[in-house]
């Protein structure tokens, strides 16, 4: 039964794909626009009737419930994929905070939490000369305050601070 419910999401999954990329194409698009066009020159035809717009109404409602569905289905897949890609970057630097990774469980407010935090450390950054400067998560104002200790030494001893 598992074998055939992979097979089953693996079906939809191809579907759901091949409908993303087409229905984002510019074939698809042409498509939809010479519907609407055949659909426009045959009002006369129909003298412009209630059935006649009801076709419209009805097609383009159908369609538009339909890609709900895929466009939220799309989406979900490229968020999942874009957050493991960020965690991956995350992990793999040696200073940055493993405390974000999977941040996106979070509540709203311990998400604004985290927010002012780094609105905090935007402040600190723009007291900074060196625009590639920059402090974890972890240990922002000790990193701070390491670096300020370095900079008064080096301008006692050099009087520059831009020395490396």
Partial sequence: MKKKQEKNNSLFERFANAATKFTGSS???????AIVLVWALTGP???YSETWQLVINTGTTIITFLM?????????KDGKAIQLKLNELIAAHERASNRMVDIE???????????????????????ENDIHCSHSIDAAEEIHQIKRKVKTILTKNHGSTTGK
């Avoid at 074939?27 to 626009?33: G, Q, V």
């Fill in 68 to 76: 709900v569905f895929l466009i939220q289905k799309a989406q979900n």
């Fill in 45 to 47: 035809l129909f003298d």
């Fill in 105 to 127: 469980d979070l509540t709203e407010a311990e998400l604004d939490q985290l927010h002012k935090f780094y609105v905090t450390l935007a402040e600190l950054a723009k007291k």
């Fill in 27 to 33: 074939p698809a698009f042409l498509m939809a626009t």
